[in-house]
């Protein structure tokens, strides 16, 4: 996939960042809107046109296409964090929280056995403190 193409998929499902999978099935990373924002050639300005938006806003995909992305050929591989961080499904929140707040990150991939089952991200903790409804 090339950061365009990751870009578009990135906004069109509203989410920030994915793993990222080679062609035998196996995750080699994880790439998010700050990997695209980093690399298109504009600097911190690309990081606060897309990220000054309000905290309320959902990712704008017009948005995120105004940015001038220096390679969009460029494939994901070489914009991707190649450290992985997994955790066994089974894992308790607790620890998901000190792991997230430990490694500084924002997303952890979720295993059964040497399976990718899912995602949890910040906003996903945040959400079992605050109901939405407020």
Known sequence: MTVEELAKFLTEREILG?????SEGEVVGVVSCTDIAQ???????AKIDFFGQGWEDPIDPE??????IEHE?????????????T???NTPL???????????????LIT?????????????MLK???????
């Open 63 to 68: 948005g995120m296409q105004k940015l001038a």
């Open 94 to 108: 607790s620890d998901i929280a000190k792991a997230m707040v430990a490694g500084r990150i924002h997303r952890l």
């Open 112 to 124: 059964r056995g040497s399976q990718l089952v899912g995602i949890v991200t910040t906003l996903d």
């Open 73 to 85: 050929s460029l494939p994901v591989r070489e914009i991707m964090t190649p450290t992985i961080y």
């Open 39 to 45: 690399n298109t050639g504009q600097g911190d300005q």
């Open 87 to 89: 955790v066994p499904e």
């Open 18 to 22: 994915a793993p990222v999978i080679d």
């Open 128 to 134: 079992i403190f605050f109901d939405e409804s407020d």
